[in-house]
């Protein structure tokens, strides 16, 4: 098949779930013999122009082509209408809207006559970052996608539940996965952060106020403990964000924020954690979440439905956005090794 994919910002890139997953999926369907093409975003990395990559025509047998777009609100909609017409002329068998933000050109792709799978990474319309007409826009492509794409995917059970009632749909169940890695030893974090086996806990993903990351700092901050904190990620879009997190941990010396990680630095905070730290407002399916638990981490997580989903009985819950309760469950882990331990069992 001649398959086209819209709605991500750049592959090969760490910017965000969706990223690794168009990059897994595509690397895959190559690898069946189809031909398929990404449409990357023009513009920079979010976490800096210093990550920015190489523009490539070509990725492991992808085809890559780049669309100019703008900085600011606009920039979704005018990548995805550029990318849909591009598309149009190019005639695929089928094209993959991925988000809903990507979603709005949908009925114009059946409007050319192209088939269109359509895939949701979470209620975007409901993240903290949006508003206003934002968030009605987003909405309207989250009702695209259920209403006339010719399969909507969903990644949660409970966003099956949402979609499927609210539109009268019947959606597809479509999680997501990761490949068991390789653990490594602490080098690169001994020398940049001087971190050490099981040292410190560990929160890993895009800083934004749906991660719940204030609520974290709160309750680490009246622990009792000498291990660390560690926030890892960029400011991305949310630099207002960041800073009040920053100020929020200011006196407390166990607390480090990162900046933005990649690479053998990631796959070595994963390795030595003592704790993956998830405390999201909002989810889709977590990728960090499902690379922690691939890495045989001990998960303390909120309890929306989109995390207990992932993790069954292998890890420990809080009540979403209580600081007071997760402060309770933070110190009964770090009190209890023999816990942490039988939680890591299943692996």
Same mark, same amino acid.
């Given at each position: $098949?001649?398959?086209? +994919?819209?709605?991500?910002?750049?592959?090969?890139?760490?910017?965000?779930? @969706?990223?690794?997953?168009?990059?897994?999926?595509?690397?895959?369907?190559?690898?069946?013999?189809?031909?398929? /093409?990404?449409?990357?975003?023009?513009?920079?990395?979010?976490?800096?122009?210093?990550?920015?990559?190489?523009? #490539?025509?070509?990725?492991?047998?992808?085809?890559?082509? &780049?669309?100019? /777009?703008?900085?600011?609100?606009?920039?979704?909609?005018? !990548? *995805?209408?550029?990318? &849909?017409?591009?598309?149009?002329?190019?005639?695929?068998?089928?094209?993959?809207?991925?988000?809903?933000?990507?979603?709005?050109? @949908?009925?114009?792709?059946?409007?050319?006559?192209?088939?269109?799978?359509? *895939?949701?990474?979470?209620?975007?319309?409901?993240?903290?970052?949006?508003?206003?007409?934002?968030?009605?826009?987003?909405?309207?492509?989250?009702? $695209?996608?259920?209403?006339?794409?010719?399969?909507?995917?969903? #990644? *949660?059970?409970?966003?099956?539940?949402? @979609?499927? /009632?609210?539109?009268?749909?019947?959606?597809?169940?479509?999680?997501?996965?990761?490949?068991?890695? =390789?653990?490594?030893?602490? =080098?690169?974090?001994?020398?940049?952060?001087? #971190?050490?086996?099981?040292?410190?806990? #560990?929160?890993?993903?895009?800083?934004?106020?749906?991660?719940?990351?204030?609520?974290?700092?709160?309750?680490?901050?009246?622990?009792? &403990? *000498?291990?660390?904190?560690?926030?890892?990620?960029?400011?991305?879009?949310?630099?207002?964000?960041?800073?009040?997190?920053?100020?929020?941990?200011?006196?407390?010396?166990?607390? +480090?924020?990162?900046? !933005?990680?990649?690479?053998?630095?990631?796959?070595?905070? !994963?390795?030595?954690?003592? &704790?993956?730290?998830?405390?999201?407002?909002?989810?889709?399916?977590?990728?960090?979440?499902?690379?922690?638990?691939?890495?045989?981490?001990?998960?303390?997580?909120?309890? +929306?439905?989109?995390? /207990?989903?992932?993790?069954?009985?292998?890890?420990?819950?809080?009540?979403?956005?209580?600081?007071?309760?997760?402060?309770?469950?933070? =110190? !009964?882990?770090?009190?209890?090794?023999?816990?942490?331990?039988?939680?890591?069992?299943?692996?």
């Amino acid at each position: $098949m001649k398959i086209a +994919i819209i709605g991500h910002k750049r592959i090969p890139s760490n910017e965000g779930g @969706i990223e690794k997953g168009v990059e897994q999926h595509a690397v895959r369907m190559v690898k069946r013999g189809n031909d398929v /093409t990404v449409y990357n975003r023009g513009g920079h990395n979010v976490f800096g122009k210093e990550f920015d990559g190489k523009k #490539l025509k070509e990725y492991k047998g992808i085809k890559i082509i &780049t669309v100019p /777009t703008v900085k600011g609100a606009a920039c979704v909609p005018i !990548y *995805s209408f550029l990318a &849909t017409i591009h598309a149009a002329i190019v005639r695929y068998d089928c094209v993959s809207y991925r988000a809903s933000g990507s979603c709005v050109m @949908i009925p114009l792709a059946k409007l050319f006559g192209l088939r269109v799978v359509a *895939s949701l990474h979470g209620i975007d319309s409901q993240r903290d970052k949006w508003g206003g007409f934002a968030s009605k826009y987003l909405e309207f492509g989250e009702r $695209m996608a259920a209403k006339k794409a010719d399969v909507c995917l969903v #990644l *949660s059970k409970n966003m099956k539940q949402y @979609i499927d /009632t609210k539109y009268g749909v019947n959606s597809v169940l479509f999680a997501n996965g990761v490949d068991r890695p =390789q653990k490594k030893k602490p =080098q690169l974090i001994k020398e940049k952060f001087s #971190l050490d086996k099981d040292e410190y806990l #560990l929160s890993l993903g895009r800083i934004v106020p749906e991660k719940g990351i204030h609520y974290l700092i709160e309750a680490f901050k009246n622990c009792k &403990t *000498s291990k660390k904190l560690v926030v890892a990620g960029g400011a991305e879009a949310n630099k207002e964000y960041y800073d009040s997190l920053v100020k929020l941990a200011d006196g407390d010396s166990r607390i +480090i924020f990162t900046g !933005y990680v990649y690479g053998d630095t990631i796959s070595e905070l !994963y390795s030595n954690a003592y &704790t993956f730290l998830l405390p999201s407002n909002l989810e889709g399916m977590a990728n960090a979440l499902l690379e922690a638990m691939s890495y045989g981490n001990c998960c303390l997580i909120s309890d +929306i439905p989109e995390n /207990t989903e992932v993790v069954g009985e292998y890890a420990e819950w809080f009540k979403k956005g209580d600081s007071k309760d997760l402060q309770m469950k933070l =110190q !009964y882990l770090l009190d209890n090794e023999n816990v942490v331990n039988v939680l890591l069992e299943y692996k």
